[in-house]
Each structure stands twice: as structure tokens, then as C-alpha cells.
């Protein structure tokens, strides 16, 4: 279901970071309960990523523990390596797993070849400021995938609101040419009508959304989130892509223990 939007931040998903409750960032993700393990599940929708797309709402689940300086769950592991929870500079390093599409996922990718599963290793920085975050990250594909790199800026900006944490987020995030092109490229080979070759250069796009952590006991969170993608001209002016606004927004719980 990522391929909604391929693009929109990982939050949809430190020290200085917190807010009242028990939300905070690290490694440029949103997470809550430090130091306890989790599971979770829900439901997300969102908009068509491309064009005949098949599905737009599915089932997700995630669980794991997260920790002081390790974190790990269904969306990827990660280790800071330089400062504490009360440091305005953390650096950490990250592995990240980037969605398998099939070519009968939607129906402008029939005859096209799959896109297959593929693995990230990164670098993360969080600058903690007075009231809020600003991550940055650098990936690259290390199982010669798509055999390109990611970059991303998002100001996170944690706040109480007595009852639950809001986290609201926005940023932009940088894909290579080989990237823009493994999702959105085609080749001459796989050229019909109404789906001409296509190739892009390096693109940005622009994202903003939020996240709800609503407690309901000790150990029973509602989350709640919503992301707006921007994508680029070179990955929206694809004969493949639905449109360059895309959204998605999702509705679970978690159990920490």
C-alpha cells in the first residue's frame, strides 16, 4: 500500500523534542513509549499513486521495541550513535526497506516489468531545537535495485494538547534519477499506446501532514494520521502517475508493554 505515496514521510509514521506526553522524534521518525515494546494495527487510504491502481485502502500492522539509542519495527531498523536525549545533535544510522510493485498492481503497469523489493542502508541527523525537530536523512539502495539515493529534510513540531500529542510535520525529500525512473520510468520497450517512453531526472517533492497519539490507557494508544504529497514534474509528468498530489491518511492502535 506504500505506493500510494512513495514519497511521503516516513512519519506517517528526543531531549529537547518531547512534548508533554510520551511522543517524541528520533532517526526523522515519530515514535512514543520509549523504552517499551509495541504492536500495533490499523487501516490506510489514500489517493491513486497510479493510474488504474487496484487498491487504495488495506490493513496495516507494525510492532517492535523502541529504545534508547535502538529502534526496531516493520518499517525499518535504526541506531544512534552520537548523543542522548538530552543533546540538540543525534546522529544515527538506518536500514529502510523500499516497495515491490507488481505489474498487475494497476492497469496502466500491465506488460511492464515488476519492481522489485529493495533495501536501504542511511545516515540520519536530528537537530533538536527550542520546540520541534529538524531531521535530515541520506539513503542509497544497496541491493542494486533501483541502485539510486534518497535525501530528506522534515521539521518535526511535538505538542500536548492535554488529552494526546500532535505532531505536525513538513519537509522536502529528494530522489535520484534512478529512483524517478525504477518507479516512474518507461522504457521503449514497454512502450504502448496511451503509455509512451518516459525517463526523469533527479526530482523533489514536498510533503506536510501530522500525527495524533491519543492515549486511551496506560498502555492503549489511538493513533491517527495525514500526509499531503507534492510530487515533482519529473516524477509527476509520468505517463504512469495517477496525479502530482497525492495524500493518504491512516486510523490504528497501539499496545506498548
Do not use: C
Not at 500491465?110 to 535530515?136: C, E, F, Q, V
Not at 521539521?155 to 525504477?182: E, R, T, W
Not at 523533489?204 to 497519539?213: I, T
Amino acid at each position: 500500500m506504500k505506493q500510494i505515496a512513495l514519497l511521503a514521510t516516513a512519519a506517517l509514521l528526543s531531549g529537547h523534542a518531547f512534548a508533554d506526553g510520551d511522543t517524541y522524534i528520533r532517526n526523522g521518525n515519530i515514535y512514543s513509549h520509549q523504552g517499551q515494546y509495541f504492536a500495533g494495527a490499523g487501516v490506510v487510504t489514500g489517493s491513486k499513486f497510479y493510474k488504474g491502481q487496484d487498491h487504495q485502502t488495506a490493513a496495516y500492522l507494525n510492532g517492535g521495541y523502541h529504545g534508547d539509542d535502538f529502534n526496531a519495527d516493520l518499517s525499518g531498523i535504526n541506531y544512534r550513535f552520537f548523543g542522548n536525549n538530552d543533546s540538540a545533535l543525534n546522529f544515527s544510522v538506518f536500514a529502510v526497506a523500499n516497495p515491490g510493485i507488481d505489474s498487475d498492481d494497476a492497469d496502466i503497469l500491465k506488460g511492464m516489468d515488476d519492481r522489485d523489493i529493495s533495501a536501504d542502508l542511511g545516515i540520519n541527523a536530528d537537530l533538536h531545537l527550542a520546540n520541534g525537530t529538524l531531521s535530515t536523512k541520506f539513503q542509497h539502495d544497496v541491493t542494486g535495485k533501483y541502485k539510486g539515493y534518497q535525501a530528506d529534510l522534515t521539521y518535526f513540531h511535538p505538542v500536548s494538547l492535554g488529552f494526546g500529542d500532535l505532531v505536525p510535520f513538513a519537509g522536502v525529500h529528494y530522489a535520484s534519477k534512478d529512483y524517478v525512473n525504477y518507479y516512474t520510468g518507461v522504457k521503449a520497450s514497454e512502450a504502448v499506446k496511451g503509455r509512451p517512453a518516459y525517463r526523469g531526472d533527479g526530482d523533489f517533492s514536498y510533503h506536510a501532514g501530522y500525527q495524533m497519539v491519543v492515549p486511551v490507557t496506560k498502555h492503549l494508544d489511538v493513533v491517527h494520521s495525514a500526509a499531503y504529497t507534492r510530487l515533482g514534474s519529473e516524477m509527476g509528468d509520468s505517463p504512469l502517475i495517477d496525479s502530482k498530489n497525492q495524500w493518504a491518511t491512516s486510523l490504528g492502535v497501539t499496545y506498548s508493554f
